[in-house]
């Protein structure tokens, strides 16, 4: 379709706009162009692909509401007591909701039982590198939230962590190009979210900036060519085990 072309050439154009505006350090302007270039990756999306799955969908929608909430905190001040960051909150638990619902994606996909009784050590050492991993990045900042933000800030973290390790074992799993380009999303994902805290709370360097929202074009485009693959090539030594092709 050729509206369909034209979104993709346009969502192109907009993440290098994007990153342009990072790199000159114009964060509002970013902003915006930001949560633009959402809104037409996820049309798309919904354009482009015809076996839409609603929990990936889910995502995208809820993860445009977030961009467009983070925009808005840029443009518009209301009058809020300080006491409350009502704003952090918010916003939060709109990115965190999204994430959610790739989570859910990945797990709905996948066989669990089987999963377990073929990984058991690397799960076990997945989850023990996990727990390490969401208390090394939130105790990193600890001392710039109140107890309210450090428990969100440490559940937030979790929530990527277990992205990325649900992504890890499925691709494990599958050994196919859609649960690889899954996988680098959500890697992108945690990179990006990483130095993002880094850049927020422990050193302003725009290059850290420029990097997260490097990472961040980069896992969408991911997404969006797993979201494409129909038809999984399935390697399975043991052929015991029948895998049915998925879409998103």
Request: hydrophobic content about 55%.
């Amino acid at each position: 379709m050729q509206i369909g072309k034209f979104l993709g050439a346009l969502t192109l154009v907009l993440s290098l706009f994007f990153l342009g505006l990072q790199f000159k350090g114009l964060e509002v302007e970013a902003a915006g162009v930001r949560a633009l270039t959402i809104v037409m990756l996820t049309a798309l999306y919904v354009i482009r692909i015809k076996n839409r799955h609603p929990l990936f969908l889910s995502f995208l929608i809820v993860f445009v509401l977030a961009e467009v909430f983070n925009y808005f905190t840029w443009v518009v001040d209301l009058d809020i007591a300080e006491e409350i960051d009502y704003y952090y909150y918010i916003g939060n638990t709109l990115y965190i909701l999204s994430y959610l619902f790739l989570v859910a994606r990945i797990t709905v996909g996948m066989n669990m039982k089987r999963i377990v009784v073929k990984f058991p050590i690397q799960i076990v050492l997945l989850f023990v590198l996990s727990l390490f991993f969401v208390y090394f990045v939130s105790d990193t900042a600890k001392k710039e939230f109140n107890t309210n933000e450090y428990y969100l800030e440490l559940f937030y973290n979790a929530v990527i962590m277990l992205l990325m390790a649900l992504a890890l074992i499925n691709y494990m799993s599958k050994d196919d190009k859609k649960s690889m380009n899954l996988l680098l999303g959500t890697i992108c994902i945690m990179f990006s979210e990483v130095i993002q805290l880094a850049y927020f709370y422990i050193a302003e360097f725009n290059l850290l900036n420029v990097l997260c929202s490097l990472f961040l074009v980069f896992a969408f485009l991911f997404f969006y060519l797993q979201s494409r693959l129909e038809n999984r090539q399935i390697v399975d030594y043991s052929q015991q085990d029948v895998d049915i092709p998925v879409s998103d």
